[in-house]
């Protein structure tokens, strides 16, 4: 059975920073392009960043120089390093598997207030 484990999320003022992991049982994880999506209350979810198995990562505009994707494939695990925090930033962030099927983490709680 497929698991994808998110931890990292918490509480921080803005300007703070967080970073995120997710560890994925999956077979192959490297041919897999992994993303972070968040999903704040009462707003749909977005795509924040993935990575290619290659390595080329994308951004979302709104965390673009803030936010950096990053994977390590002999530990099956993608990293969301968030920089220079937002209030805007708060939601839960979701973890994302993507090939021939799509999976999906439980999702942790970021929270950027005072």
């Known amino acids: 059975q497929v698991q994808l484990v998110e931890s990292g999320g918490g509480l921080v003022q803005p300007g703070g920073s967080l970073k995120l992991s997710c560890v994925a049982s999956?077979?192959?994880?490297?041919?897999?392009?992994m993303g972070w999506y968040r999903q704040a209350p009462g707003k749909e979810r977005e795509a924040v960043a993935s990575i290619t198995a290659s390595g080329f990562a994308n951004y979302g505009d709104s965390v673009k120089g803030r936010f950096t994707i990053s994977r390590d494939n002999a530990k099956n695990t993608v990293y969301l390093q968030m920089n220079s925090l937002e209030p805007n930033d708060t939601a839960v962030y979701y973890c994302n598997a993507k090939q021939i099927k799509t999976y999906w983490g439980q999702g942790t709680q970021v929270t950027v207030s005072l």
């Open positions: 999956l077979n192959f994880f490297r041919a897999y392009v």
